[in-house]
Each structure stands twice: as structure tokens, then as C-alpha cells.
């Protein structure tokens, strides 16, 4: 490659992760296109940086054109012998899970002349997080049979496949896998086990787990609020969280939401966001609004919504249903007397 066309590459590359920070992947592709006229060809690098500027915004894009974009992509990796590097397949199958495309990412995940860790890794946590539970344990269950060892990234993307009653068992003998291979002491591990343990109700496992946490994190306190909050224990809930905030751990949206779940102090939760500044993030207005209207209060759900800077046709819903179910009561009401 001469030198021209080096400095050339060296400067696309350069644009491409400049893209990624920006998480403008439009732009990136334009840019792809516009490069593909010159006669220097794109390599492996190319396309890893190109599918990881996809990837990094695959939540803001809309799913069909981005399904068409990413198959395209695909194809000119086929063409060019570039689909033979596994970490670029390994990112191509990422981004096909990230847009809920599970028969292509499993087609290239099958078409893979070698497979690692990461790339199990990928298509694994791809099915826990798409909800295909029973896939994503069949698939571990494969990868130890062809002797691969998990890692702490396998287990972290698997454990949430097993946050249910119908699968404690796989996930207390996951948890014995790592603890086996001495990687259940990681504080991701550990937060992972714990909200697993909560979610099936487990709650002394839980508990155990984060007690024994030498780095507890946000994390950490935030699957112990929403375990106590899940099963019910609301006072329970709200103590974690006054310890928390004891120990000067900075709260955020997810805690909230984890209280909230409570529903028992809305007032008072309400008064934290305020002061907490988090009364901005549109989640977290959403459920207060869903709370308040839950608890009969509407009227403090409809001044909430109006006063959001956020068109929120959630909280919307959950007002009209919230009157209709006053209106329902009161003409029982009127029925029986």
C-alpha cells in the first residue's frame, strides 16, 4: 500500500472513531460510501470500527433501515474475505443481537470458521438480553460441552436468564461453576447473583451475597433496594436506602426507580428527586406519575405530566386509565346506594 493511501486509511480510521464518540452511525456510513470510490480498500480495522459505530447507537435507530444497512455491510464483508477475522464477526453478530435480529446473528455466529470465548460471549448475552432465556442456557451448555471455561462476562450476561423461580436450579449450578473456577468473588458476578437470588425470591441468598461484597458499588445497593422492594419489603427497602446514603453513595435514576417500586412513599421519594435534581430524567417522572396515578392520587399524576418538559404518552395513558377507574368506582358507588 503506498504511502498516500496509508495516510488516506489512517484519516478514515481517524473520522470513523470520531463518529463512534459522537454516535452519529448515519454519518459514518456516508463516509464509508464516499471512501469506497477511492481506490484504496477498507480492512478488517475498517469494519470493526465501522460495526462498533452501529453498535454504540443501535438503540436510536430505526430497526428496519438499519437492518438493511447492517445485511449490506455484511455482504461486502463476505465479498471481501474480511468476515474471516473473528472479532469482526464477532461484532457484526453483536449488532444483529443489539437490533433483535436472532436468526442472522445466529447465521453468522454458524458461518464463523473460528469461534473464541467472546464470540460465544456475544451471541449468549444476546439471547439473556432479547428474553430468549431457555436459548441462552442450551447455548452455555453447548460451549462448555466443546471445552471452552466461562469467564466473568459469560456469567454476568447469563445470570439474568435464571431471574426466575422456573430457573433457580441453572443459576445456583452457574453459580457453583463459578464459584469453581474462582470468579463468583467479582463484584459484577456478585451483583448479578444477587438480583438473580431476589428475582426468585430467595432473599437470604441475596442478602448473604451482598454482605459479602468487599467493593460494593451502585450497583451492589441498587439490586439489594429493588430484591427487598420486589418481594415486598418496602420498609426493608427504604432503610437500604438511608444506609446508602450513609455510606455517601451517589443515588441514581435506577435507585429511584427501585424505590419507587415500593410505591408506599411516593411523597416522600418524590421530594429526594426534587432535591436530587434527578426530577429531569424523563424515567423517573414517568414512574412517579404511574405511582401517584396507582394510588389514586390523579390529580398530583396530572400536574406532574403537565409540569415535564416531556410529551410522555405513558404517563398519559396511565392518567385517563387512572380517571376511568375513579368513574367506574363512583358509579358503583351510586349503583349500590
Not at 469461534?115 to 439471547?127: K, Q
Not at 443515588?251 to 421530594?271: D, F, K, M, R
Not at 424523563?282 to 399524576?301: E, H, M, P, Q, R
Request: proline share 2%; glycine share 6%; charged share 15%.
Amino acid at each position: 500500500m503506498s504511502l498516500a493511501s496509508t495516510i488516506r486509511l489512517s484519516y478514515f480510521h481517524s473520522s470513523l472513531k470520531s463518529y463512534i464518540e459522537r454516535q452519529e452511525p448515519k454519518s459514518a456510513l456516508l463516509l464509508l460510501r464516499q471512501f469506497l470510490q477511492f481506490t484504496v480498500k477498507p480492512n478488517d480495522f475498517t469494519f470493526s470500527l465501522l460495526l462498533k459505530s452501529y453498535a454504540s447507537s443501535s438503540s436510536a435507530l430505526n430497526p428496519i433501515i438499519a437492518k438493511i444497512e447492517v445485511n449490506q455491510t455484511r455482504t461486502h464483508l463476505v465479498k471481501s474475505g474480511i468476515d474471516q477475522f473473528v472479532y469482526v464477526s464477532t461484532a457484526l453478530l453483536d449488532l444483529y443481537m443489539k437490533l433483535g435480529c436472532m436468526e442472522s446473528a445466529r447465521g453468522v455466529f454458524g458461518e464463523m470458521p473460528q469461534r473464541d470465548v467472546v464470540s460465544w460471549n456475544a451471541l449468549l448475552c444476546g439471547y439473556s438480553r432479547n428474553g430468549y432465556d431457555i436459548d441462552a442456557l442450551e447455548l452455555f451448555a453447548q460451549m462448555l460441552r466443546e471445552g471452552l471455561a466461562p469467564r466473568i462476562t459469560t456469567l454476568v450476561g447469563l445470570i439474568p436468564s435464571c431471574g426466575s423461580c422456573d430457573n433457580l436450579f441453572p443459576g445456583m449450578c452457574i453459580h457453583g461453576m463459578g464459584i469453581k473456577a474462582g470468579i463468583d468473588f467479582d463484584s459484577q458476578v456478585k451483583n448479578a447473583l444477587t438480583s438473580m437470588y431476589a428475582k426468585c425470591g430467595d432473599l437470604g441468598t441475596a442478602k448473604l451475597l451482598f454482605v459479602e461484597m468487599e467493593e460494593k458499588t451502585v450497583v451492589s445497593w441498587n439490586s439489594m433496594i429493588g430484591a427487598y422492594g420486589q418481594n415486598g419489603f418496602f420498609d426493608e427497602a427504604l432503610l437500604m436506602f438511608k444506609r446508602m446514603l450513609e455510606e455517601s453513595f451517589e443515588v441514581n435514576s435506577v435507585t429511584v426507580l427501585n424505590l419507587l417500586s415500593t410505591s408506599n412513599y411516593a411523597e416522600l421519594i418524590h421530594c429526594y428527586v426534587i432535591k436530587s435534581g434527578l426530577n429531569n430524567d424523563v424515567s423517573v417522572i414517568t414512574s412517579l406519575v404511574c405511582v401517584y396515578a396507582k394510588c389514586g392520587d390523579t390529580v398530583s399524576a396530572e400536574l406532574l405530566n403537565m409540569l415535564s418538559p416531556h410529551d410522555n404518552l405513558v404517563s398519559l395513558t396511565v392518567i385517563i386509565s387512572s380517571y376511568g377507574m375513579t368513574q367506574v368506582f363512583l358509579l358503583q358507588n351510586t349503583a349500590g346506594a
